[in-house]
């Protein structure tokens, strides 16, 4: 069944979920949405849901759509994977696709996990989970929740970025098991 008379649809999920197939049935059946809202973190596939994906998979099928703030996570296993994971790779086929106004980032949260992300911008959502060590240089300005998570220990200069790159935060949780590098000058 069509949902011709839907224009405007949000889908905010902020558990990791293993329904992207669903989500992607269901958004085809929205043909003539005009705005959309994705805040999707996805586990159990082993791919990265990139640029393609999204214009094969959800686009392609909605000629009306104007306006498209999306957030994707996709966790996934790096054993799983036959290639190293490129925040520059998955940033081409955003701008393969004409989402110029996206950007990706790439963060080992565990040894043998990855959270790949990408998102339109600006970020216009309040939460932010799995951010690591390597983030774009842009403002987050209405993020207040943020969960940092990295195999590299968080330093100095990581907080910096952080109280820059994050005005309106309020909380803040860290996790991280290695330790900082003794620098007797930060403290």
């Known amino acids: 069944d ?32 005009e705005k959309l809202t994705l805040y999707l973190p996805i586990k159990g596939r082993n791919r990265v849901i990139d640029g393609t994906y999204v214009q094969h998979d959800i686009l392609d099928y909605m000629s009306q759509l104007h306006s498209f703030i999306f957030y994707i996570c996709t966790y996934v296993e790096t054993v799983d994977l036959s290639y190293k994971l490129s925040s520059e790779d998955i940033q081409q086929t955003l701008t393969n696709i004409g989402q110029q106004h996206a950007i990706s980032m790439v963060n080992y949260i565990q040894s043998h996990r990855a959270a ?71 403290i």
């Open 2 to 33: 069509k949902l011709f008379n839907l224009k405007c649809f949000s889908l905010k999920s902020f558990f990791r979920f293993k329904q992207y197939d669903k989500i992607v049935s269901l958004l085809r059946r929205m043909s003539n949405l």
């Open 116 to 186: 790949c992300s990408i998102f339109s911008l600006p970020f216009e959502f309040d939460y932010l989970k799995d951010l690591g060590n390597k983030f774009p240089n842009i403002v987050f300005s209405y993020v207040t929740h943020l969960l940092v998570q990295d195999t590299d220990p968080f330093e100095h200069e990581f907080f910096m970025r952080i109280a820059r790159s994050f005005p309106l935060l309020k909380h803040l949780r860290i996790i991280n098991v290695e330790p900082q590098a003794n620098d007797s000058s930060q």
